[in-house]
């Protein structure tokens, strides 16, 4: 399709459409501005007069202010755009409800009208998006459907969102028991770094610095070499670096602050490798073909769940490694709000979700318990 013309036609102006017709179709719209008065127009070359009806539909849904009460969710969707992601990253979290909306609602319920699309319907979608998706998908397309629907419910074509009133689906869908969180140790972290260096010893290095430094993988990829202050001992991490929508995405972290991290003797002998001589400015770590290690590649590269659950730590997820480092800053006896700085909370609620109970924990509980019983025996 070939656009004579950028301009579009405001609101409520009448349109008059008309077809020049050659070896294509030169499809036509013409408007006279209501301010200035002079002639406007806007064409497209198309191949059939199918194409240019949809051009001229499109031109029709700018110019009118009333949206027609029975459309269906698929031309609302169209027609709005990408109006539905106001205030959404561009970067990151926009192209996973983009997809989510693409692959999964329209193909769902696009063609229903949108005053026809009940919470009950709603709910059934998402069952079915539930039994073949993962969480993250499932919360990306949901998240996709109610924003467009808040658009909906703006443009005064329904009352009220029937995705808000969805059903709570804290629920587990079968009777098994869920099981504790799988906190690995330092000893863990070591071996597992250790059989990933086989493979590249960029990708050990991934998995010493997320966990000991308690970092998410983007913020690992963020790091320079200035980052390492060894007079201070402190890594700082002020950015998270990733590939986004239109190539590397560089941005402030999660809590959009600056941290900084203590640096501990087991990340020592590595952090020296990959600073002594290097330039300050300087990625810490990349991984072995120059790009930015994120954690797909890192599962993809390892064989990642093979490799974990080979070491006897089966459905350990790579952001495991972040939840291992701060519950180990918090065995040490790190009051709560220093490890909430170091995780980069704005909230020690938040903090407290990282924390799990990991087998030394509970080994040291047992310790004092036997003692407090000596004792106890003792003094009667």
Not at 149 to 161: I, K
Not at 246 to 254: C, D, E, M, N
């Amino acid at each position: 399709m070939t656009v004579h013309h950028s301009v579009l036609p405001p609101f409520g102006v009448p349109l008059h459409l008309d077809t020049l017709r050659g070896s294509r179709i030169l499809a036509r719209i013409r408007w006279t501005d209501p301010l200035s008065r002079e002639r406007r127009s806007r064409s497209v070359t198309v191949d059939d007069d199918i194409a240019a009806q949809e051009f001229f539909e499109l031109m029709r849904t700018n110019s009118n202010r009333t949206i027609d009460p029975f459309i269906s969710l698929s031309d609302y969707a169209r027609s709005i755009g990408d109006r539905f992601l106001r205030g959404v990253d561009p970067t990151s979290t926009a192209a996973g409800y983009r997809a989510g909306l693409r692959l999964r609602v329209l193909p769902t319920l696009g063609h229903t009208r949108l005053r026809d699309i009940t919470t009950g319907l709603v709910d059934r979608a998402i069952d079915s998006w539930e039994t073949t998706h993962s969480l993250s998908t499932l919360k990306n397309t949901i998240a996709a459907l109610t924003r467009v629907l808040d658009e909906a419910v703006r443009d005064d074509l329904v009352v009220r969102n029937p995705a808000r009133d969805r059903a709570d689906r804290r629920y587990r869908t079968n009777l098994e028991l869920p099981h504790t969180k799988l906190i690995p140790g330092p000893d863990d972290v070591a071996r597992i770094a250790e059989a990933c260096e086989q493979i590249h010893t960029s990708y050990g290095d991934h998995v010493m610095l997320s966990a000991f430094l308690a970092a998410r993988s983007s913020e690992v990829g963020g790091l320079l070499v200035s980052d390492v202050d060894w007079a201070s001992k402190v890594v700082t991490i002020e950015r998270q670096c990733f590939p986004g929508a239109g190539g590397l995405s560089i941005k402030p972290p999660k809590g959009r602050r600056a941290r900084r991290v203590p640096i501990i003797e087991p990340l020592e002998p590595m952090l020296r490798r990959l600073t002594t001589r290097r330039s300050r400015n300087l990625p810490l770590l990349r991984g072995p073909r120059g790009g930015v290690i994120t954690t797909a590649a890192l599962r993809d590269a390892t064989d990642w769940d093979e490799l974990v659950a080979s070491l006897g730590l089966r459905g350990l997820r790579r952001h495991d490694l972040r939840h291992a480092g701060a519950t180990w800053f918090a065995n040490a006896g790190i009051p709560i709000h220093v490890v909430s700085d170091i995780l980069g909370h704005a909230s020690v609620e938040t903090t407290r979700a990282y924390l799990h109970t990991d087998n030394s924990a509970l080994q040291s509980a047992a310790t004092r318990m036997n003692e407090h019983f000596r004792e106890a025996g003792m003094s009667s």
